[in-house]
Each structure stands twice: as structure tokens, then as C-alpha cells.
């Protein structure tokens, strides 16, 4: 035996999808129903764990062979359920896993069984039927639990279900372990499996607190806008927009953000309907759920595990959130951090309204620093700094940016300067124009233009469209080698989808295809991949001409749905560059388990570390600035510092 394909069926109270897999495994009614399973690719077996039947002793025995791969589609599921079932004292050991649903992923492939095997075109796909039959054995029923002996034709039939799963996981397996994933993302698999089986301890008391505090602020203001208004419902949109046209004439197409920001500059003269916006936006403010999201999922041991999806984002491989969407965690600005936590601590919502108006923008502003280092640790929270515009600077050839960071000047006044042919210094001689060598820094590495800048928040920092052109251009001028390089990317992937050659181009980055994709090879080794990828002909009236584009298969983000998606140059250079940060991010995190240093979980390019006493944020920073042997000529730069809480220094 040298692999074994896994996949379970379970029960739990608790609710799977708002609690992760390792809350869901703590309520005392969970148990495996059925354990299928293939040896070495062979014929499936099922094991009818809820009707008496229990695993044979080699296959048990296997569970802890290290000598065995063990593998299953969401495979960090099996192993979680595995683990508390049959009374393991630890999660069983990920480097013995092989997950099929990231091997997927390496390749662009959806992370669902389902659709992936839908989107492989297997002859035997997953069994419609299965989601009826988790929700008539696996969930709680109006009248409680069902059992086999409650339908025994449709417990077979779930028997059936799950012995196919295993053979479409088998079959998806077949196709993706063609993509041989380098040795370091073997080991970042397992690195990352150990920080979500670790977690990262909440602050309860201030959860909760904020929790309530959150909801009867906006019960207070619902019964205020009702009384301003006489409306049944203030939270409706459409009835909002009624009001708006009775009180004011404006007809309101949508209440978005960037509306009700220019609405509330019309009502000026309309004070009440003012109020009645305001209300609106404090009442809209979704970021304080994620004070219910830790509470749903927080754990016996007071942590939070299971944070981050490895290979979560489609194409560059890097995490996605989960649970609480550590991600994308609202910033925070508040000077008297430590006040505002121990006045909701305290749990009296009038004494905090009395020092702060603006009750939902605190407990915004508070999110991050209800993740605490546990009991005798302390976070050091270190990151890379704008490690984006140093990786494509590198990768494009673009010398005099880096030379700006070997020598630790600010790039943001450097690339002010070098636009607007003046000096600009951050607290000195034109440093008005900083601020637009950074929106310019940030925005416009990917070949994005006026909308780019736009969706930086050009216009709220008081650019004209006459200005934003203008530091298009000036960048573009700036940057020569950026450019090029997004039109070199392109040509390189319209070669290798017309001719099926392999493209080299910076830094030894290969463009290729292969099954039916566009491959990209990083300098790290890492392939990224764009299924089905085809030259296309976009046909254009007028002066323009028709021109060749390039098409794959993927998930559209916003419909959820795998379709045909268009890409360029710039997008792929974007991709380019997410991927290889992700890289460089995932070596300081190899490195950090290497050492000891206990990673909590980490946003974008930034690692929380749980340190002991002994381990200093020195210990944590040399982690950023050793040389990486593929980028040794990249120059990085880490820093940190040390909280009680996660926030954002």
C-alpha cells in the first residue's frame, strides 16, 4: 500500500459552513457515518461506520504511516474529522496528506468536487443527489436527527454517494498530479495545515461585548430613523429611496458607497435627509460581523482555527480568508487603542457612546485587536515593505526603482520626483506630490490607466480627470521597462498558444502550454496555469482594427460561475508578480517554522508570530532580509513590532 483516497460522511450539530471544519468536530453529537476509501487506485470500499462496521486494521493502521500518502479532495476535512473520531491527541500529521482540491487549484481548477469534475468532463460525475442526502443525514432535521433505519433506501443510495465521490476525487487526481508542484510548496502545504490546526486565540469578553454593543447601536438607530422618516423599514433600500424622492425630488439609483458619498454633499440644504443617510451608512456597515463570524467559530481552547485557505485565489496561488476574512480586516486609526478596548470590555454601551459618536466606526476600527497573543506570548507582526513595486521592479529590469530601496530611500517621493522632474521630500519641499507618486506607485503597475487611479481613490484626493491623465503618462514615462515588460509578457503568451513553443522572457520566467493551458514558470519553480487558454480575434469598428486577445476558462468572482475570461499583458504581469511575492512570503514562513517562530496567520505579505519570552522581534525580522537563493538581487526589506493584539501599527 503506498496511497490511500479518502472521503467521509459525518454528523454534527453544528453548523459546518458559519463554524469551520474544527468547531463543527466539537459538538458532542458528531461522529463519521461512512468512511470510503481506495488503496493504490483500486476498486472502492465503504465502511458503514454509523451501522456497526469499523475500519480494517490496515487501513486504520495507514491513518498513521508515514509511509502512506493519504489523500482526499478538501483533504484538511478528512483529517480534522479523522483526527477527533478516533481520539487522536494531535491532528493527525499534514505531511503525510496530499490535497487534491489545492492540486486542483495549482491548476486553475475550481475548489469545488462537483465542478471541477464537471469542468475535467469526467464520465461519472458527483451524484446530484448528495446534497438532499447530507441534508437528510448529516444535518439536524425540524424533528432532530435521522437515522440509517429512518430510510434505509435512501442510506444506501448516500452509500453509493460517497463511494462515488471517492472515485471522482481518484479521477481528478489523475489528471492534476500531472502538475508536480516544486518541494518547498509541498512543504508550504503542510506549514500551512500546522498555523490553521494552531489558531490564534480571540478575546472573548471584548468579543461579545462588541457583538451587543453592535446590535442595540443599531436597534437605537433603526427606531431614530423610523421616527425621522415614519418608515416601516429604514434597512430597505427602496423604501429609503422613496422617502429621498418625497423629501428632496432626487431619484436615488442605488445606495452604494461612492452614491451615498455624493448625496450627502447635495442634501445640504435637505439636513433631516442628511441625518437620514447617515443613519443609512452606520446601519450598512457589514465589517462588525465579523464579531459574530469569531463567535460562531471560536473553539473550546478560546482559538480560532482554520483561517486561511491555502492556493485560495484563482492563478497566483496566494491565501484566501475564511470564517472571518482575516484578509481584508478594516484598518485601524484610532490613537487610544487600548482606551476604546477596555471601555467595550467593560460592556456599557452609553458610557462608550459618550466617548465616541461614531459607535460603528469604532468597533470597526477595534476588529483586529480582538486577535491576543495567548497568556505569557506576545505577537511580533512583521511585513514586507511595498513588496509589490519591488518584485516587479526586479522582474522588469527597472533599475533606478531599485535602487531606491537598496538605498532606503522612499519611493513614493522618488517616483514624485522622478515624474515631476522636482525634489520631494516627505516633510519638506513639494511634498504635496508625494501623494501622487504613491496613488501612482500603487495603481498603475498592471498597465491600468484613469480607472485604475480612480478605483485608488484618485478623485477623493482631489485629482481632475485633466490631472489623472497626466500622472498616467508621467509614470509611464517614468517606468520604461515596466512597460515593456507588460508587452512582452503578452506577445510571449500569444506565441505560445499559436505555436505551442515555450517563451522565455525577465528573470527566467518561461512562458509555455501545456494540457490545453498557459503556463507560467516563476523563478521560484512554481507553475501557475490558465485552462483551456486560446488566442481569440476581437473585432473592432474603425480605426482600432481587429486584434488578437487571449482567453482561458475560470470562475467569474462575481457570478460564481466557470466561464471564458479575458486577459492582457498587464493582467498577466499582475498575476506575475501576486505569485511571486506569494513565493517570497512563503519562504519567510518555511523559515519561521524552521526556527520555531509559532505563525498565527498572516494577511497578504505580513506574518503574526505567537512568541515565547526568548523570541524577540529581531528573531522575526532576520526572517525578511536573508537573500532568497532564485531573487538574490531582489532587495527586501522587513519590519515589525510587538502588541498584545493583532492592529495595524
Known sequence: MREIGIDIETYSSNDLVNCGVYKYVEAPDFTILLFAYSVDGGDVQCVDIAQGETLPDEIFAALTDSTITKTAFNAAFERICISKYYGFAEPLNPAQWRCTMVRAARMGLPLSLGQCGEVLKLEAGKMQEGKALIRYFSVPGKNGRHLPSDAP????????????DVE??????????RLTAPTFDEELYTADQEINDRGVMIDRVLVDAAARFDDEYKAQLLAEAQQLTGMENPNSPAQIKEYLRRTTGFTI?????????????????WPKAQKVLAIRREMGKTSNKKYNAMQNCVCSDER?????QFCGAARTGRWAGRLVQVQNLPQNHLESLDYARELVRQGDLEEFELNYANVTQVLSELIRTAFIAAPGKTFHVCDFSAIEARVIAWLAGEDWVLEVFRSGRDIYCETASRMFKVPVEKHGQNAELRQKGKIATLALGYGGGVSALEAMGGSRLGLTEKEEKEIVNLWRDSNPRIVKMWAIIERAA????????SVTVH???VVGRRWGMLTITLPSGRIICYPRAKVGIEYNDGWRGDHEIIEYEGLNQTTK??????????????????AVARDILGIVILRARKQGLNIVFHIHDEIVVEATPDQSLADVEALFSKP?????DLPLKGAGYTTPYYLKD
Open 153 to 164: 433506501e435512501r442510506w444506501e443510495i448516500f452509500k453509493k454517494y460517497n463511494i462515488r
Open 168 to 177: 471522482v476525487e481518484q479521477q481528478i487526481l489523475a489528471k492534476v498530479r
Open 253 to 269: 439609483q442605488s445606495l452604494n458607497k461612492k452614491n451615498l458619498d455624493d448625496l450627502e454633499s447635495q442634501l445640504k440644504y
Open 304 to 308: 480560532i482555527h482554520g483561517l486561511l
Open 494 to 501: 500569444l506565441t505560445a498558444l499559436k505555436t505551442g513553443e
Open 507 to 509: 528573470r527566467g520566467i
Open 561 to 578: 460561475k466557470w466561464q471564458s475570461i479575458r486577459t492582457y499583458g498587464g493582467k498577466l504581469t499582475e498575476n506575475i508578480v501576486q
Open 628 to 632: 532568497i537563493e532564485w531573487c538574490r
